[in-house]
Nanobody, 124 residues
Framework: VQLQASGGRLVQAGGSLRLSCVVSGRTASRVTIAWFRQAPGKERAFVSGIRWSGGTIYYSDSVKGRFTISRDNAKNTVYLQMNSLKPEDTAVYYC??????????????????WGQGTLVTVSS
């Protein structure tokens, strides 16, 4: 399984970005695809996730109401629409795939495959 994340760039506070994660290779139908982010000097943190089958969606409290995750089954792609961006959203954003139980959705250790990361910088 390979993941290719893209879409990160420099944006002003209050702006919007859409990240994409293309998933290739064979995955189990009950996987979760998630976005994590890691700011300099901080641990990798869960942002949002979506179950490929059924579409259950999860958000961290810090992005709820501002970010929207979605999927395009035909393109094997998951998107993260980020609105009302803040300087504290600055981080490298990673997408990840795993056969994850609900209680472990927000744990990086539960995911088996990771993309290379895409840098989002929000200027104040």
């Amino acid at each position: 399984v390979q993941l290719q994340a893209s879409g990160g760039r420099l944006v002003q506070a209050g702006g919007s970005l859409r990240l994409s994660c293309v998933v290739s290779g064979r995955t189990a139908s009950r996987v979760t695809i998630a976005w994590f982010r890691q700011a300099p000097g901080k641990e990798r943190a869960f942002v949002s996730g979506i179950r490929w089958s059924g579409g259950t969606i999860y958000y961290s409290d810090s992005v709820k109401g501002r970010f929207t995750i979605s999927r395009d089954n035909a393109k094997n792609t998951v998107y993260l629409q980020m609105n009302s961006l803040k300087p504290e959203d600055t981080a490298v954003y990673y997408c990840a795939v795993g056969n994850v139980i609900t209680s472990a959705t927000m744990r990086p250790q539960a995911y088996h495959y990771w993309g290379q990361g895409t840098l989002v910088t929000v200027s104040s």
